[in-house]
């Protein structure tokens, strides 16, 4: 019974040894995502500010003025969120040098050494997935009002 609970927990271990390794392969995938919209928003804002701050004819077209306000004003804010999604985050790297390399674990039963680097690496898992789904989320959310964002200012042209 012994023996196959090692080979249980090996594989365990590997299974989420390997889940973690894509978790942090996706993060680092959306955080590429997150920084060539970061500088797609910021071309197209100082395009914008820079070319057509004089172009603007706030009383003649009301419409058009307020499109492109309020197109600026979105993409303004999807900047913001973007910001705010590719800020650094702690992602939870098991299992802790310091716990591994005690006392307590060189003296511990394999059997009980797994069962815990496994536990710690479930529960990362789960912190990493929910640091990466925020993230992501947040990358939606910019996304949406940066698109919403450039209609407005689309609309703004086409008037």
Request: aromatic share 14%; charged share 20%.
């Amino acid at each position: 019974y012994k023996m196959n609970a090692e080979k249980n927990l090996d594989f365990i271990y590997d299974v989420i040894s390997k889940k973690l390794d894509r978790l942090y392969d996706s993060t680092d995938a959306l955080d590429n995502k997150i920084a060539v919209w970061l500088g797609f928003q910021a071309a197209i804002l100082s395009a914008l500010v820079g070319w057509f701050r004089d172009e603007i004819e706030l009383y003649a077209w009301p419409l058009a003025a307020n499109s492109f306000a309020i197109g600026v004003i979105l993409l303004v804010i999807s900047l913001s969120l973007t910001i705010y999604s590719i800020i650094t985050r702690n992602f939870s790297d098991p299992p802790a040098i310091n716990q591994l390399c005690s006392d307590k674990s060189v003296n511990s039963s394999t059997v009980d050494l797994k069962n815990q680097t496994i536990a710690d690496m479930k529960e990362a898992y789960s912190e990493n997935l929910f640091v990466h789904e925020r993230k992501g989320g947040l990358f939606n959310y910019s996304a949406t009002v940066g698109f919403i964002g450039l209609l407005y200012i689309v609309i703004y042209f086409m008037i």
